[in-house]
Structure formats: structure tokens, C-alpha cells
């Protein structure tokens, strides 16, 4: 479900993977009377930027670089509707640069090349330096972001590049190294109702036409989450929703219905897609069956496809249950069965059915760690000859070369066991699988000791 529509909204048209704005330019300049809200108010100086204390602080590394006009590049990581965007914004126009923003869901390598090379042109002949905003650089390939990097290690463009994702992962580390990372923390609810505050009294805003009731505020801010862009989005939609009623004042009812289900809508394919499968996953992984039905429902009510949700719950089964239940696995994948045979809204019971029996089953992380410690194991080159004697041994020959000479067929054994090397001599001795005394691996913890000490002749 789409944003709603609010009394000031832009036409919409095609986007486009770039866009420029004019010589000394900044976003506030694109701001006309039939911007959204959210554009109109942006903030146009460090003054006007809402929370981030630490960033507008005299002396911080951001103010330096602004009013020092410095040609050093910025990695922006927060949350969304902190002000990443408005921080470019605001570096553009106090250091009378050109602005030109790309977005990493749309641009590729040809639109990267093309803005960096305009820059270059610009700059030598004589024009102003830009600033090169990129939205979302973590949904850059490597390749892509390889190609930012003879603008920003030539100086051709002021980099300010915006991450929801932590960078250390996200972003390369040639990229990471020049430039100045910029940590943005979410904003409060009374940094959100500042923002609602400004935008009712601000002639870029709604001017002082309508008051907006405290219950009113309260449910806007509640609803934000710590998003301004949000905050102003339901803002403007409760705002077109009073002036088509002919009011004056934007009450309770007024600002429930104008922002109707869009309060527990996400972007599946953006910034809080992540934070809540994050928080669904780690929900389940600590047990706590009703957090874990808040985030489920909540996905599901935002239109999230049904099999991705079936699909988490596969994995989990294994990398957070395991051996301590061994039925988990059977019931997730049972759940992402039903979920192929019923479709949505039948689904949900399947779902949830899965969902809360997994966050009560007992934990077991132990296959988890197994895997990764001979995933380890094997990266850093500890591979080894396999045994000769578990060698294949069905072609002629095969015998001439030691091929299975010596091997003992285990059902020859006393209860099915014989005490014989399995693994290579470099990771003969290697404990990887370590069950735990929880749920059903209590049981199997035992039995995998005993068959150790068999196999391993102890």
C-alpha cells in the first residue's frame, strides 16, 4: 500500500536514477509549493537539523567539514528518516556546490561513470564542485562502488553516500577508508514533535492554518517510529484529510483515518524490511512467542510474501533449534508446505502455527557451530589427503595404490561401530559438533560421546 496522498503532494512521474540540482544547489531548492511536506521542510543549515546533537556539536568532524568547506567525502549509517539526505542537502548549499543525487535501487555503472565524469568536467572548467549524493550504497555492487572511487580519490566529487546497513559489511573497505563516517542515531519522540511542531507554524509548511489536537500529535508521533519523513508524511495526509472536511483542527479521529493502515506498512524492499525480520528472527531465537507473533503479523499485514516468512522459519529450525528439537525442522518445513498449497490469507495459520512452536522449543545452536567452525576450518586451507583406506577402491588397480586396504565395513563391529580414522590427518583431532544438555540433545550428547570414544578407539 502506497504512502498516502496528502493535500500538498507533487505530481508523480517516472524516476530517474540521477538527478541534478542547479549550480549552487541543494534539494531545499527543488522545494515548491506543491512538494510533499516532507521536501518543503527539510532542514537548509546544521541549525535546523533536528536531534543528532553529536553532528552539530561546535568542533564535531561534520561542522568542520561544512563551514571549513573541506573536500572530504561522508559515509552517512542510520536509521531512515534521521536525515542522511538532508545532511547532503545541507553540505551542498553551504558550501555552494553542485547537487547531484543518485539512487542505488535505479543507477548503474553507466549512470556512476557519467555523473563522476560530468563532475570532472565541471571542475576543470572552472565551474563549482559537486556533491555526489548516493541513496542506499548498499545496494551497490562491488563493481559499482569500485566505480566511485577515481572521483572520490581525485577529489572530483564531494562523496556523501547513505546506508541503512552497517558499513562494515555493505561497504567496501578501498571506499570505507576514504571517507569520514558519520554514525546518525534514531530520533526521540520529542525530536519527532518538534518536527510536527515546525511543520504546523513554518510558512514552507502548513503556515499556521490548521492546529492539531495533543491527542492528535501524540498519535502521529507514536506512529513515526523516529521517522521525520514519516512524521510528515501522516502529517500532510491528516492535514488534506481536515481541509476536505472544511476543519480547522486536526483531531484524533481525523489523523487515525487519513493515516488508516499505512501506520504498519514497510517497504519490502527497503530500510525497515531488514530491522523487522531482524527483530522477527531473534524474537523466536529468544523464545519469546508473543514478540515474535507482533513482528509476524506485523509483516504479514504489510503485504510481505508469505514464502519468504516460511523460508526463515526453515532456517532458524536448524541454525537456532537443531538437535534440541529435532521436530522443528519437521514443522517448519510442514509450514512451508501449507504455505505453497494454501496461499495468503489461509497461510498465516500455518504461519503462526510454526512460528510459536519454534519460540517455545528448546535452543540449540550447536549445528550452527559445527558448521562454521569446518566452514573455517576448510577457508583456511586445513584439507588433508582423504585416508587411504577410505579410498574409492572399485576400479582396477585401486588396490596396487593402498585404495581401501585396511578399511573396516563398521556393521561388522559390535553395535554397528569400529574404531577406524574418518577424517584427514590435518583435522583428525577437531571437535566440531558439541551438543548440548538441552531439550532432546541431552539424549544425544550422551550417545555421541560413546560413539567418539568407539570410533576414535578411547
Known sequence: MPEPEGLFDAPTGPTHPSRVVGGAGSLSSTAHASAPLAVRMRPRTLEELVGQQQLRAPGSPLRRLIEGDQPMSLLLWGPPGTGKTTIASILSQQTGRRFVEISAVAAGD?????????????????GAETVLFVDEVHR???????????????????????????????????????????????????????VVDTALADERGLGGALTLEPEARDHLVRLAGGDARRALTYLEAAAGAAVSQQASTIDLPTAETAVDRAAVRYDRDGDQHYDIVSAFIKSVRGSDADAAMHYLTRMMEA????????????????????LADPTALTTAVAAAQAVQLLGMPEAAFPLA????????????????VALGEASADIRAGRLGAVPSHLRDA???????????????????????VVAQQYAPDEVADRTYYRPKEIGAEAAIKDRWERLRRAVRGR
Open 140 to 194: 551497490f555492487s562491488k563493481a559499482q562502488q569500485d566505480a566511485l572511487l577515481p572521483g572520490v580519490e581525485n577529489r572530483w566529487v564531494t562523496l556523501v553516500a547513505a546506508t541503512t546497513e552497517n558499513p562494515s559489511f555493505s561497504v567496501i573497505a578501498p571506499l570505507l577508508s576514504r571517507s569520514l563516517l558519520v554514525r546518525l542515531e534514531s530520533l526521540t519522540e520529542a525530536d519527532i514533535g518538534d
Open 394 to 416: 572399485h576400479y582396477r588397480g585401486a588396490e596396487k595404490l593402498g585404495h581401501g586396504v585396511g578399511y573396516q565395513y563398521a556393521h561388522d563391529g559390535p553395535y554397528g
Open 303 to 322: 503485504g510481505e510474501d508469505p514464502r519468504f516468512l516460511a523460508r526463515r522459519l526453515v532456517i532458524l529450525a536448524s541454525e537456532d533449534i537443531g
Open 353 to 368: 502455527h510454526a512460528t510459536i512452536a519454534l519460540a517455545v522449543a528448546p535452543k540449540s545452536n550447536s549445528v550452527t
Open 110 to 126: 553507466m549512470e556512476v561513470r557519467a555523473a563522476i565524469d560530468a563532475a570532472r568536467r565541471e571542475l576543470v572548467a572552472g
